[in-house]
């Protein structure tokens, strides 16, 4: 039967509960045991998928094509096991939307529907669901203590400690323990209060990470045990830390994957973390660097690209490479021209949606292109290296996908019910395709060409990785864009294109689909560590400077 660990965070949000779910399953899973994890999320939206990631950060794409909350992500990165799907992540909006649905029904039998027990009683089937047969489930619940929000999942975790028994269920709350500059103090008072909070609906947790600056001082965590009624051992210090990936071994190191296997009771092999170990070993001793620009939009907003953004980190910590990302604001490559992308080793264009800054994108590929600078597309990324090359490669002049410019002379990216043939004829075989305009999400395969830079970084011919877009490569300029030097070297089973690159460029790879939510640290992922090996070389001048014509 799957054990629980629950996860509540106190005193301010943005703490890093996210990450230390992920880290605690981290050593857990160290420990031999599979793991699995939730996110519920107090918020009324019914998924991620609709939410500005400007506002809520990354939308993190699951194998089976659920739109998630980035900590999910987290969650993939950190643990094998954890295999994140639609049952992995449970907003408010989505446990009312099932509930009523079953008042609709009629499934209630004419009972007065209420927060407690039926909203409770749906989070705890939820929870059960997403548990699946793992031998801990990991369930952290988004917000603060003392929220509005939160508290019906907080009731439903407060009832399964009852009902599944003490040992079988673990809390653990994270809170803050601020230091106090000016008068070089350390305050636990907000710690003492949040879990006061927590206590007043019922739940007392068995561990406390504390978040603070320095490593708390013994007499910060005996202070906290005694007014908490947590054991001073329990009371664990998560304080900062250079690298993310030192925070396995730091939390490993007061003893909390023992605290949670005890209390568990849990008898289990000491934890392996010699993986992580060696992460943060290749980071700490990198023997070459390079210059990244992601060339995207709202850069300021970092949490909006945050899996890209780890899987060019991990490229380099897999290559020995520091990996040093300059966030660039596409429309002022538009105001100001390429020149900020002189000094680059590499450019990435991410994903994205709306035509903010589009045609600063299409500047940056030209310039990678002609350059001979290595190039990733992803998703809007491909699309745009496509545009750049019927413009300017293949004279399309005004080429454009119709996301951007519904009256483009050369849809060369459309939705698939656009797609026209080059003498104006509607495409046959799309009409009525359930594909058109809906969203193409989760992991597909996708063949890959003999001999292509994409099938030599892989290593193989036939991969799966996962899709978050409307738009296509219109297969009707294929032959045309081929002709002028583009290569189509992946494609899908129904023959939707998936990858392009171009001969005779060093280093210049796109992909329809995000690599970067299959990427982890300890594994890497092969098109990252392609980029990052291509990026070094550039940066060591082993790499030609300009393209073939
Ligand atoms: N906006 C593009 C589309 O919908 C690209 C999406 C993306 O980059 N995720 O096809």
Redesign the pocket.
Known sequence: MTSYVFITGGVVSSLGKGITSACLGAILEARGLSISMIKLDPYLNVDPGTMSPFQHGEVFVTHDGTETDLDLGHYERFVRTAKGGRNSNFTTGRIYESVIRKERRGDYLGATVQVIPHITDEIKQSVGKGAGDADICLVEIGGTVGDIESLPFLEAIRQMGIELGREKVVYVHLTLVPYIATSHEIKTKPTQHSVKELRSIGIQPDVLVCRSEAPLPDEQRRKIALFTNVPKDAVISAYDVDDLYKIPEMMHAQGLDDIVTKQLQLDLPEADLSEWQSIVEAKRNPTSEVNIAMVGKYMDLKDSYISLSEALLHGGIHTRTRVNIHYIESADIEEQGAGCLENMDGIVVP???GDRGIEGKIVAVRFARENGIPYLG???GL?VAVIEAARNLAGLDGAMST?FHRDTPHPVVALITEWQDVSGDLEQRDEGSDLGGTMRLGAQQVHLAEGSLAATSYGATLIEERH????EVNNNYRAQLEDAGLRFSGTSVDDLVEMVEIPGHPWFLASQF?PEFTSNPRDGHPLFIGFITAARQHHEGILPKVAEA
């Not at 978050?468 to 738009?471: C, G, K, T």
């Open positions: 994903g994205g949606f992803i998703c809007l699309q996301e978050r877009h409307r738009y995000h």
